[in-house]
């Protein structure tokens, strides 16, 4: 593959943000920068915007837990500058005993919309700004937890009887009403009721 | 066929007509025009409905077999083929779509996900539709060949002509229970128990 | 008009709160009409498509707010296929992970092969021989072709003409002929190992792919034939469901769906693997990134596919009898016949498959093209044989999420024609 060369993104990054760039390294030839959650919006921002690094296309945003349990959650978001032909590889640590939020960037790529979705579906981290975050691939009420935590067991926490007893009582059309659809656009609207259900994940019933 | 004893009738088992020439033939009649035009209910999901697909192609075809016209419309249908995984998201669609086909009704599991689980024993799968809704032929495969699938309804077939109205059993509808589950739980769990060289694939590094 | 005066004076009808007329039999008391907010207002109709739906593509669930035939809101609903892939990834050698990978994209299985074992010899900093890179290109190409025919045949079917489907789906059946002789499976192929590939071509394997190069282009000039000047096909793809350049990188696409939309991206040509620069093929490019362009591009990029084949079959005469694997005896297991009489062979094959290959402390992303746009697989490794974070990107995922924009405003029957053009798999978006 070459010598390890980082990215001209990095010296770029150091000099508009000075000591907010944590740290950088290179592995198997990709760059891959730290920063702190409070920040990461910006510098996104940034990436994105800035006539020299134009980081216009986000390619993924994922999350990894690693198995040694005193290392920090990591949110990664790939970018990709499409002219330049450049990538870049951003992260985030968040501690685990503390609540694993960060911003959302579907302000900047709409693509970050179900990204995000499923980050937060499989992790439990939630990202501030987000029009509609609920799960995607469990059903939003799914009750054992998020699926690729390392204390997660790969066959779940419930025994294999009860799973299927929770799967067969969600009525499939529970979750077809008008509300679920105008959520995005008027969350603010509904009653405080209905929002303090769907705070519990729980979503709307048909009649 | 599908009706039950009335509550409180005394318990002794005195079939109503017994098999003669007549049943037989009837038998035959019914059994016949039913086994060799199976209406199927495609429910595909994964890489078995790929499979699935082929088989109703031209190369495979199974026209032949009196599958002619996939029913996507439960109401319509014969024969519900699970092709592909089952998680439990979609449990309570596949059991939905089982209740509202109308008797007489059969279920072949294609594949291996679909007969036990697979290769995903994981918190998502439903280790065998079997759990779900009471199925009649288990067609091994990761997918079975378009070969091994026209023998699974072969065999189905042969189940069907085998079948006679004087059996009490025939057309009962097993619902899902009281307590929420088409099986009991223990046979639930034990039949979802990993066995053999799986029960070392749940240890990570 | 005064129909509606006359029920209402003989008092078998009253009026709801919105206008419209309640009939009710002579001497029926009418309940008192439930509160408008109870009530989905009488004007949008709430359509369930899906999960279990002939024109879905697989077990996507979709639910649609009608105004009549036009579509106010489409949400999609994903999820119905999760199988927990991502997690059981890291409960395997990275071997044991390419059966794996057939089953994600099931309509493309050797692409997907190529892709994880790529990205795992990028983790390991192993560089593959020249006879293994060819071969992959050839499982590559050969993967285009058999999904998008997959994509023609069914999109064919949602828009009312079936005979393509059956054509091309023989196509299909001559390629799996061969890949079922180059690995025993039609589908489930698992074809590469990390550093080379399961097993090298057979006899009669560049004879049959020569003489599917030189008899496929004259299906796909049948079908283009039927399709592209066809005035219902023209009616109902051209201006259907358009997306804009500048959207369609914004929304992540990547794959057919963003080059019918004008951008120029394919990562052969931007990230070039495997020795892609090095092969002669071009790539369509669409304008508007409606229906009818994506069906364009995608035709183009079979013809396109096969060129890349035939080249790729001249260079494998060049390499008779090169090696397929790396020659090294910690990552590729040593032939049977060694493995029992030679105790070093012995020894490397045990821990081979007892433990596990053992991936350096590090991470690597590696993008291919796919057939449905750009697949990613993102791995993390603490040094051990089992990858700590195995993430799949998946090319469909984000080309779905793309489906509410297009289906704004338009008809019903469009929405099934636009949800067939985006060309997805759900094994692949629920993974």
């Given amino acids: 593959m070459g010598e390890a060369t980082v990215s001209p993104s990095v010296a770029a990054l150091r000099t508009r943000f000075g000591g907010a760039i944590l740290r950088h390294q290179v592995s198997c030839g990709d760059t891959i920068v730290y920063v702190p959650a409070a920040r990461a919006h910006e510098i996104l921002a940034w ?103 390392k204390d997660f067991p ?22 077809y009403s008008l509300e679920e659809l105008s959520i995005a656009a008027a969350y603010d609207e509904l009653p405080a009721d209905m ?13 | 066929m599908g009706l039950t004893q009335p509550e409180g009738e005394a318990g002794t088992e005195v079939s109503s007509m017994s098999p003669n020439w007549v049943t037989t033939r009837l038998d035959a009649l019914a059994n016949w025009s039913r086994a060799n035009s199976l209406w199927p209910m495609p429910f595909g999901t994964a890489c078995c409905a790929i499979e699935f ?86 067609v091994p495969g990761c997918p079975p060949r378009p070969e091994g699938l026209i023998y699974g309804i072969q065999l189905l077939q042969k189940k069907i002509k085998g079948e006679s109205f004087l059996d009490p059993d025939l057309r009962q509808e097993h619902m899902v229970g009281p307590e929420g589950l088409f099986l009991p739980a223990r046979k639930i769990d034990e039949v979802s128990e990993p066995f053999g060289n799986s029960v070392h694939q749940t240890r990570s590094a | 008009m005064s129909t509606r005066t006359l029920e209402v004076s003989l008092g078998t009808a009253t009026l709801d709160p919105l206008g419209n007329v309640i009939t009710a039999p002579l001497g029926v008391q009418l309940p008192a009409y439930p509160a408008p907010q109870d009530d989905l207002g009488g004007e949008h109709m709430l359509i369930n498509i899906g999960p279990q739906h002939p024109a879905t593509h697989g077990v996507l669930r979709l639910v649609v707010e009608l105004d009549g035939e036009t579509v106010i809101r489409v949400v999609p609903h994903i999820g119905y296929l999760h199988s927990g892939f991502e997690k059981l990834g890291e409960y395997r050698h990275y071997n044991q992970i390419i059966p794996l990978t057939d089953r994600t994209d099931y309509l493309s299985p050797m692409a997907n092969n ?89 006899d009669g394997f560049e004879t049959g792919l020569r003489d599917f190069c030189r008899t496929f282009p004259k299906v796909l000039q049948e079908v283009d034939t039927m399709f592209t000047r066809n005035a219902i096909w023209c009616g109902r793809t051209q201006g259907v469901g358009p997306l804009s350049a500048e959207d369609a990188i914004n929304y992540s696409l990547s794959g057919p769906m963003l080059r019918a939309s004008g951008v120029d991206y394919d990562v052969r040509k931007d990230r070039p693997y495997l020795g892609y620069e090095t092969y002669d093929f071009d790539v369509p490019v669409g304008e508007h990134g409606d229906i009818y362009d994506r069906y364009r591009v995608r035709l183009e990029e079979m013809t396109q596919s096969t060129r890349i084949l035939e080249q790729a079959l001249d260079r494998l005469e060049r390499l008779r009898g090169a090696p397929i694997n790396v020659a090294d005896p910690r990552l590729i297991l040593p032939p049977k016949s060694r493995a029992m009489s030679d105790m070093e062979a012995m020894i490397f094959h045990f821990k081979q498959v007892m433990e596990g290959v053992r ?15 750009e697949l990613g697989y993102y791995f993390v490794s603490d040094g051990s044989a089992k990858p700590v974070r195995w993430r799949i990107r998946p090319p469909s995922f984000l080309n779905l999420a793309v489906l509410p924009k297009l289906c704004e405003g338009v008809l019903l029957s469009d929405v099934i024609a636009i949800n067939a053009s985006i060309d997805i798999v759900m094994g692949e978006i629920d993974r």
């Avoid at chain 2, 439990?88 to 007489?104: G, S």
């Fill in chain 1, 47 to 149: 990436l994105k915007d800035d006539p020299g690094q134009r980081f216009n296309y986000l390619t993924d945003i994922t999350a990894v837990e690693y198995r040694d349990a005193e290392r920090p959650l990591e949110v990664v978001w790939q970018l990709r500058s499409l002219a330049r032909k450049a990538d870049l590889r951003l992260k985030v640590e968040l501690d685990k005993t503390a609540p694993l939020v960060v911003d959302s960037v579907f302000d900047l790529w709409k693509g970050a919309d179900w990204l995000e979705r499923e980050v937060f579906d499989m992790f439990g981290i939630s990202f501030t700004g987000h029009p509609d975050l609920r799960r995607i691939l469990m059903w939003e009420t799914y009750a054992e937890g998020f699926p690729l935590r």
């Fill in chain 1, 154 to 175: 790969l066959r779940g926490h419930f025994s294999r009887a009860e799973q299927t007893r929770q799967a067969l009582a969600a009525n499939p059309e529970a979750h």
């Fill in chain 1, 195 to 207: 929002k303090d259900r769907l705070a519990h994940g729980e979503r709307g019933r048909v009649k």
């Fill in chain 2, 53 to 138: 697909m082929a088989t109703a192609a031209s190369r495979y075809d199974l026209a032949r077999f009196g599958m002619e016209r996939m029913s996507f419309s439960p109401r319509q249908a014969d024969v519900l083929i699970c092709a592909g995984r089952l998680p439990f998201k979609l449990a309570p669609v596949i059991r939905k779509v089982w209740d509202q086909m109308m008797q007489p009704k059969w279920a072949i599991s294609m594949g291996a996900c679909a007969s036990s689980g697979g290769i995903f024993d994981t918190y998502t799968m439903v280790q065998g539709i079997d759990t779900i809704i009471p199925v009649d032929v288990y």
């Fill in chain 3, 114 to 202: 190529v892709c994880l074992a790529l990205a795992a010899e990028k983790l390991m900093g192993i560089t593959i021989t020249e006879r293994c890179a060819v071969l992959r290109v050839i499982a590559c190409e050969m993967s285009r072709i058999i999904s998008h025919i997959v994509w023609l045949g069914t999109t064919g079917i949602d828009l009312g003409a079936f005979t393509p489907f059956l054509w091309s789906f023989y196509q299909r059946e001559r390629i799996y002929n061969l890949q079922e002789a180059w690995t025993g499976a039609r589908l489930t192929t698992s074809m590469t190992r990390i550093g080379g590939l399961m097993a090298d071509i057979p």
């Fill in chain 3, 359 to 373: 991936a350096p402390v590090g991470e690597a992303y590696l993008g291919v093209e796919n057939p449905k746009g």
